[in-house]
């Protein structure tokens, strides 16, 4: 797996497909993924808006 692939240089990605075996991965194309237990951030409960009186408290809040 690649995270910030958008960084990777063209040399970045020879070396990455070097790495990879030459044949297909069956993973890939098999129906074994699930979003089970997913929570979307996008679509997750509405934010409720809370006051803190100090730094402290904010970090308390931010937590819970």
Known sequence: ?????Q????AHWKILRA????EEDSDLDS???TLAGYRSVLHGLAP???GAR???EEIDLAVE
């Open 48 to 50: 409720s808006p809370r």
């Open 1 to 5: 797996m690649v995270d910030e692939a």
């Open 31 to 33: 129906d074994s993924d």
């Open 54 to 56: 100090n730094g402290d």
């Open 7 to 10: 960084d990777l240089s063209a």
């Open 19 to 22: 790495m990879v075996p030459s």
